[in-house]
């Protein structure tokens, strides 16, 4: 049995690991081949992990989030261009989506008055501006859904056959 950490400023992947119950040497067997020693660089920040370890740890831990933090907090590429989605609940994501959806339906017209001529004039920037936020917003929202759905496949709550069947159909 390993001994246990006492560190106070633990890292997302130590948490984990250790919200699981598992020692750094029972995560490596879980992770097949990550090695306890690299787990231990990983959580102590000596070393970042590879992608390729991040998405080993978010299957095998059942965390999906895993990898939204590694993008939008580790990676370069991520870091300015993914944003952090937070791990909402189904009707949190829903009412959020739907008030965003009804205050943009109020936009439309204004977005058509601004676009219509390819160009965004000074005096459209500020409301054009406010447009985007609210898409954005309805872009987190649909990556919000798109992480609780792996979530619950990950936890056993929604069959993935069943999901994927439903899209083809």
């Known amino acids: ?5 006492i560190r106070k400023d633990k890292n997302i992947y130590q948490l984990t690991r250790e919200e699981l119950g598992l020692t750094r040497e029972q995560a ?3 992770l097949e081949y990550v090695s306890a020693d690299r787990i231990e660089k990983i959580e102590s920040e000596r070393s970042l992990p590879h992608p390729d370890e991040i998405l ?5 831990y059942r ?4 990898c939204n933090y ?14 952090e989605i937070a791990m909402k609940d189904l009707s949190q994501i829903t ?7 009804n205050s943009l339906e109020k936009d ?3 977005l058509i008055d601004i676009t219509a001529d390819s160009e965004i004039s000074d005096a459209e920037l500020e409301d054009f501006l406010t447009i ?38």
């Not at 080993?56 to 095998?60: H, N, Q, S």
């Not at 919000?144 to 999901?163: M, P, T």
Request: with cysteine.
């Open 95 to 101: 009412l959020e989506t739907l008030s965003m959806l």
């Open 56 to 60: 080993t740890m978010a299957e095998k």
């Open 132 to 169: 985007q936020e609210k898409l954005d917003t309805i872009a987190r929202s649909a990556n919000s859904l798109r992480l609780w759905v792996q979530q619950q496949i990950a936890d056993g709550k929604l069959g993935k056959e069943a999901l994927l069947s439903e899209r083809r159909d």
């Open 70 to 83: 590694y993008c939008s907090h580790e990676c370069p590429i991520g870091q300015q261009h993914v944003p």
């Open 28 to 30: 490596a067997e879980l």
């Open 1 to 5: 049995m390993g001994k246990r950490s």
């Open 63 to 66: 965390k999906p989030s895993l």
């Open 108 to 110: 439309k017209e204004r």
